[in-house]
Nanobody, 123 residues
Framework: QVRLVESGGGLVQAGDSLRLSCAAS????????MAWFRRAPGKEREFVAM???????YYGDSVKGRFTISGDTARNTVHLQMNSLQPEDTAVYYC?????????????????WGQGTQVTVST
């Protein structure tokens, strides 16, 4: 059974940094596309970042240059380093896995989801 567990969320001030982690189990994650999405109150789920093939990275426009996604395929773990956080980054952040190796920003294409971790950025 595939399981994704996020950790690392919290309450920070604007300009601070946070590092989210996603621990994956129960699947062949080295072959999967891994991604982070977020959902802010009253908004649609938004693509944040994607990690493929152990080295390819993609980012949403709103986080480009501030967030960095990385992965440890040996430990089935994906991280999201978030720097220069702003109040508009406040959201529940979700880790997701797509069984197929494809560049995909549509959340409906992802097969597995974690329970989410709350990130709150105050002014």
């Amino acid at each position: 059974q595939v399981r994704l567990v996020e950790s690392g969320g919290g309450l920070v001030q604007a300009g601070d940094s946070l590092r989210l982690s996603c621990a994956a189990s129960g699947g062949t994650f080295s072959a999967y596309t891994m991604a982070w999405f977020r959902r802010a109150p009253g908004k649609e789920r938004e693509f944040v970042a994607m990690f493929r093939r152990g080295y390819l990275t993609y980012y949403g426009d709103s986080v480009k240059g501030r967030f960095t996604i990385s992965g440890d395929t040996a430990r089935n773990t994906v991280h999201l380093q978030m720097n220069s956080l702003q109040p508009e980054d406040t959201a529940v952040y979700y880790c997701a896995a797509n069984r197929f190796d494809e560049q995909q920003r549509d959340p409906q294409r992802y097969d597995y989801w974690g329970q989410g971790t709350q990130v709150t950025v105050s002014t």
